[in-house]
């Protein structure tokens, strides 16, 4: 195959590590939302280094299990928290937080009604959004390629519009003409004021 070919579309949940790597810095405070099978927070645990923190998110316990293994010998850098995303300014103060993501959907292989779903992710956003610092990054994947994820996607393009006239940046990156809507990535950077 040309390799080419496996770069595009690109896939998001590679990508959004490749984007973010750079901007994370030792010692940050960060949030895995979705943590799953736990790429992400393993991700997240090494761009922080041994003085930062990683808070994830899932509300399966076979999730944070997983994400515990994966995570390893870091793990001492992770507190897992069992409950949903929505309650992520409970756990952070108010713009404290360099980066927050967010891998949507269900997890791979698992029960697919475990899914996220659109209230409770704006709801999550709006959270979310409260932790970030002015500058922090906010990282989203969407997969609008079944009809609960399609709504899901909708309401989260939504709000990233509504940030998006507060000042935000925001970028979208995704597949086009594929024969089901691509998954894409939207990242976001919070005004500096909001
Ligand atoms: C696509 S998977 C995440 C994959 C993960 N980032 C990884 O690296 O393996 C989505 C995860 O979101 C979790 N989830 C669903 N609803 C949630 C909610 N309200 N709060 C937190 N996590 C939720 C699911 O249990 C699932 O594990």
Known sequence: MNPAESMVPPRP??????????LIRVADLVIDAT??????????????GETGRV??????QAALESAALRVGPLVSRVEFFLESHVAIATR???ASV????????????????LTTE?????????????????????????????PAGALEAAAVEAWV??????GWRAARYGGIGTRRPAPFLLLLVKAATA
């Open 55 to 60: 808070l994830a998110f899932d509300v399966q």
């Open 35 to 48: 943590a799953g099978n736990g790429h992400d927070t393993l991700f997240l645990a090494e761009c922080v």
């Open 161 to 166: 519009a509504m940030r998006t006239a507060e």
């Open 92 to 94: 952070a103060a108010p």
């Open 98 to 113: 360099a980066v927050v993501m967010f891998n949507l959907g269900y997890l791979p292989g698992e029960d697919h009604d």
């Open 118 to 146: 659109a209230t409770e992710t704006v709801a999550a956003l709006n959270a979310a959004a409260a932790v970030l610092k002015g500058g922090g990054v906010l990282s989203i994947i969407c997969y609008p390629g079944h």
């Open 13 to 22: 949940t590679a990508l959004v590590q490749e984007i973010l790597r750079p």
